[in-house]
């Protein structure tokens, strides 16, 4: 039976870096689960790979059919969700699964599936250092970036409730603990 394995952090914290480090080890027979939502792709988004777009009443209608294990309306009409067809297709191709989720999806999937899953939250080292980060990154104006900060902040609070927390202080060391804890997990 394969297992799940659900990454969960603040935006800015490294976390999609450390889960495209673990996809790229093949070893760990980690398959990527591709969310539905009902946002407009962005860039070079391809249906099917970053996400399966849907329109608001496609989304709605899956919802109705209670085809998702979890979603949420992050804005009106704007849903991110998790398809039980998804998963189910990984593990039935035996495959384990990993997920890229917001917190509260995070903990909902945990709760679904307790021990065939492990649920990790990637910690940025501190707000500040968060916040240098995004600036950076120079992509969002201030606003955007205080914005980000109290959601991190926000979502930062959720940290006790997954079973393990990796502090993304220097990312190799963090690649190398999150690898270290997950394939202790998927090799128990
Ligand atoms: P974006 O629009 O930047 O791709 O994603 C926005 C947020 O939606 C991110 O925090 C991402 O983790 C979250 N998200 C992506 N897929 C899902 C999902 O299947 N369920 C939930 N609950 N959130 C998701």
Redesign the pocket.
């Known amino acids: 039976m394969g297992k799940l394995v659900i990454f969960s952090a603040p ?1 800015g914290s490294g976390k999609s870096t450390i889960v495209n480090y673990l996809l790229s080890l093949g070893s760990l027979n980690l398959h990527f689960s591709v ?1 539905a ?1 009902s ?1 407009m792709p962005r860039g070079c988004e391809k249906e099917g790979h970053e996400y399966y777009f849907l329109t608001p009443e496609a989304f709605k209608e899956k919802i109705d059919n209670d085809e998702f294990l ?3 309306e ?1 804005y009106e009409n704007r849903f ?3 398809l039980k067809s998804e998963v189910q297709r990984i593990l039935d191709n035996g495959g384990n699964v990993i997920f ?3 917190v ?2 995070g903990c909902n999937i945990k709760k679904y599936y307790g021990d065939q899953a492990l649920s990790v939250f990637i910690m940025p080292p501190s707000v500040e250092e968060l916040r240098l980060r995004l600036e950076k990154r120079a992509t969002d104006s201030p606003e955007v970036i205080n914005e980000r900060i109290l959601k991190a902040e926000f979502e930062m609070t959720f940290a006790p409730k997954f079973d393990i927390v990796i502090v993304n202080e220097d990312l190799e060391t963090a690649k190398a603990e999150t690898f270290e804890a997950v394939s202790l997990f998927l090799n128990s």
Do not use: M, N, Q
Request: glycine share 12%; hydrophobic share 20%; charged share 30%.
């Open positions: 935006s969310s939502t946002r979890e979603y949420e992050v991110y969700g998790t890229d989720i917001d509260i999806g």
